[in-house]
């Protein structure tokens, strides 16, 4: 789908002199983070379902990135398409903005309390050629939900889901083999390399007075809310970021998502914030 943005060479050259944009993205960080930290935890995930935790150093992180942007790449995502996913405060969330970023694709989150009257509009709309989502959470069947939208859809060519078997599931294609081999990655990478103002993120708005509107973000305009937030509460490296609130939600998203790599600090993901999500071991005064 074309993408274009209403941003004027006056707007750019304003914005620039005020050192309100700088024209990095977060995979500039993301390279940052792994020269100098590779060891350092990145992301530490919590699933309340089972208790379950994972945690991936930024050097882990970095490789995830690297074969699921391969792996996306090898289902045919070019430069300025839409992968779209309906996911929770997971660690892969995380690993497919920077993967898209990596092909120069644009990532759409959307809620996960989305179903198919939202998702079927919102899909549509962006024209997603990828859709990434849970086998299951919160006891709801996301997959099975998102292979019964595709034929509505023309435009969606892959469903993946996490944690799912056979074709459909996400690791078949991307989270454990690689879509290109190795040697062809750098110039794939450079060559697909976003720029400070290509749009890279799509995030709808409510809907609450109409239908929902698309909301293109670039890596300037996104960042320029991340920089004088750590800047104001003066935030660095040795600090830890958690984020209850949904990665798909702009709040998420920024300061649970971007924030983090940006700091070379390590996020702290919790998918469920709701009292019944939590495993008996996570409740108030429970006892081993």
Not at 194 to 206: A, E, K, N, R
Not at 250 to 273: E, I
């Amino acid at each position: 789908m074309p993408i274009h943005t209403n941003l004027t060479p006056e707007r750019r050259k304003t914005m620039v002199e005020l050192g309100v944009w700088n024209d990095r993205i977060i995979t500039d960080y993301l390279d940052e983070a792994v020269a100098s930290a590779g060891n350092k935890t990145a992301i530490v995930t919590y699933r309340m379902a089972d208790g379950s935790r994972s945690e991936l150093s930024y050097r882990e992180l970095n490789d995830k990135v690297t074969r699921l942007a391969a792996g996306l790449a090898g289902l045919g995502v070019e430069k300025g398409d839409v992968v779209s996913c309906q996911l929770p405060n997971w660690w892969q969330m995380t690993a497919l903005h920077l993967a898209c970023v990596r092909i120069g694709a644009v990532l759409n989150p959307l809620m996960p309390i989305f179903r198919e009257h939202e998702l079927e509009f919102m899909l549509g709309m962006a024209e997603s050629k990828v859709l990434v989502v849970p086998q299951t959470f919160r006891k709801f069947d996301h997959g099975a939900m998102a292979h019964y939208l595709q034929p509505s859809l023309p435009r969606l060519e892959h469903v993946l889901v996490v944690d799912g078997q056979g074709d459909e599931a996400s690791s078949r294609y991307c989270w454990s083999v690689p879509g290109k081999r190795k040697s062809t990655l750098p110039e794939l990478f450079k060559s697909r390399r976003p720029s400070g103002d290509d749009v890279v993120q799509i995030l709808y708005t409510s809907g609450t007075t109409g239908k929902p509107k698309g909301v293109m973000h670039t890596s300037n305009t996104l960042f320029s809310n991340i920089r004088p937030l750590a800047e104001r509460l003066a935030l660095g490296e040795a600090d830890s970021v958690f984020m209850p609130s949904p990665l798909a939600h702009q709040l998420g998203f920024l300061y649970g998502l971007m924030l983090p790599v940006y700091l070379k600090s390590t996020a702290v993901l919790r998918d469920t914030w709701l009292p019944e999500g939590r495993p008996a071991s996570c409740a108030p005064n429970s006892r081993a």
